[in-house]
């Protein structure tokens, strides 16, 4: 929703000096994210998504994706199961919730939305993070080619496997398998892609001078944790932190330039790590923190000069980052 509200103003820029509308494909050259930002980004970048059908599709995919698998008959196997940490969701509702919006947008006579690589010159770059589990080392899904790093199945990946990759995230839904390696969600060592970003940038535009725009998760709620999954939790914490601490990294380093500069901003809703990643019925309470947050002096400021930003930027020096919308954590009770 911070994205939507940029681009409205943006738009609305755009309509008083006589030009057309804009969506987010047109206005950045890539856009990158883990786990449910990931999908996000393909939706905006790969499928070419208006932000609203983006918007749309995400809550529908959120309301079908979470569905929690059924133990009514096999109590003994939901406790060796949170025991274990396994998945607790239902794979097949995840998948079937990403094929419906992949038949309506993705590549005709593709149920699996086609391949991720996008051949259309110009068009928007999107990339996804995922840890790949045989050597617990992030990799990038990319729609381009970097002429300067190792290529991640480019030829073969398919947009439902990118998805299911990013978005394989711990005790929620299981890895997923792409040529016979195993990949599970890229929060679990990099919830904050905006070094990637900007490492990508670097290596794609060179001559150009970045301008990054970051979505957070929300401030994480520091959740106890207690039971035989302690140190389970100790590590979705760990992640949970993650995303604030690669933030405040960059901007004291690479952002720091570019932030005294106006060339980069950060936008993290406060409130939103308290709502889970499966909680889709909570969007009313993600969009009136957002609606708030956005009005609020820590953020109208930053939005206004980021937007006059966006409307001076040239071709070839744009660049989105987009994080996961929900926190990993879980409530204690659920851990108990």
Known sequence: MILEQLMEQYNNDREGQGLPPHEPLQVFDLIGGTSTGGIIAIMLGRLRMRIADCREAYESLAAEAFKPLNYAFRPVHRLRDKFNAAPEFDVHALEGAIRKVLAKYGAEGHPDGGLLKDTVLQACKVFVVCTNQRNTETELLRSYKNPKKAQSWYDECRILEACRATSAATTYFPAVQIQGDTYIDGGLLSNNPVQHVHAEAMDLWPAHEQFIISIGTGESPHTAFKGNLKVLAEDLARIATETHRTAETFRAHDGHRMSTAG?????????????????????PQVRALTRNYVNSSDAYEPRGRCVRRMMETSEGNTVLVSSILRSQLKSTEDFS
Do not use: D, K
Not at 265 to 278: D, S, T
């Open 263 to 283: 060339l980069y901003y950060r936008f993290n809703v406060p409130g939103l790590g308290r709502i889970g990643l499966e909680e889709w019925a909570e969007s």
